[in-house]
């Protein structure tokens, strides 16, 4: 299996099955695996889930207690059978030959992970594209590779250097995952699970590159976690703020101040 694609479902009924199909229409021989992961949602996907996997051969469903969606992204690792591993939330979309471009480039760079060039918004039936700061040129040494992890925090005072902080905009060799004992925290516990996630891997990766493919949409979704209220967030952010300071000392990305 060349890619593992694992889609974490929570609420999203409306939107699974658009989802699902953009992944099965990707030029992509039959080398794709699709892991649904129902994270106990309460609006009957999973039952949707099931009719998929027993359509399609290359669709696995998992159906856990409802922890979140960290934990259920690490559920779908644990089963991944794929050299490549990559997420995408259940709400969004694919285009056609995004994961296929994300593949060439990866394997021809024999990389640990490839970040892709941004994101496409989706609105109201219109798309906007959204670039990130494109550098094509790998990243190999130590020094170059932690002058990247303040860049997924944010962009630095004095230029719009910002990179991609999102899971869904990589890809990553399984085998660096494994070997490094790297998976996601839970959101419940430390928001920004992506941004967690993400400076482990740069931490521990011996070779990054970016491309300027872009093909992940996002759709704008009011009911999604992030476009909510809750009275607890402030708190929690002060919370990250402070864990991130201590992440980053330990892993000696010295540069985040």
């Known amino acids: 299996m060349r890619l593992s694609v694992i889609i974490p ?17 990707c030029q992509f021989d039959d080398l794709l695996e699709i892991i649904l992961v129902d994270d106990e949602s309460p ?27 960290g934990k259920a992204r690490n559920s779908g690792i644990k089963i991944a059978e794929g050299e490549y591993i990559t997420f ?9 030959y995004y994961f296929r471009d994300l593949i060439n480039k990866i394997s021809q760079e024999n990389a640990d992970i490839c970040f892709a060039g941004g994101i496409i918004s989706f ?22 590779i932690i002058k990247l992890a303040p860049r997924i925090i944010g962009p630095s005072f004095k230029k719009d250097d910002e990179l991609p902080g ?11 995952l494994l070997d490094n004992n790297i998976d996601f925290v839970s959101e419940r516990e430390i ?14 990766a011996k070779k990054i590159i970016y491309t300027s493919d872009i093909g992940y949409i996002y759709r704008y979704n009011p009911a999604s976690l992030s476009r909510n209220y809750y009275p607890k967030r402030f708190r929690k952010i002060v919370l990250f ?13 010295v540069d985040y101040y």
């Open 88 to 96: 995408l939330d259940s709400d969004d979309l694919v285009k056609r």
């Open 43 to 69: 609006d009957g996907a999973g039952i949707i889930c099931d009719e998929y996997e027993k359509k399609y051969n290359n669709i696995k469903v998992i159906h856990k207690k409802n922890e979140g969606l």
């Open 9 to 25: 479902i929570y609420n999203t009924r409306k939107y699974l099955e658009e989802c699902i199909e953009s992944v099965l229409k």
């Open 166 to 176: 999102s899971a869904c905009l990589g890809l990553y060799k399984r085998k660096f």
């Open 241 to 253: 703020e402070k864990k991130l300071l201590e992440k980053c000392q330990k892993l000696e990305l």
């Open 191 to 204: 928001i920004s699970e992506d941004i967690w996630f993400n400076l482990e891997c740069i931490a521990k």
């Open 123 to 144: 609105k109201k039936n219109k798309e906007k594209i959204s670039k990130f700061c494109i550098e094509t040129k790998p990243y190999t040494t130590r020094e170059d």
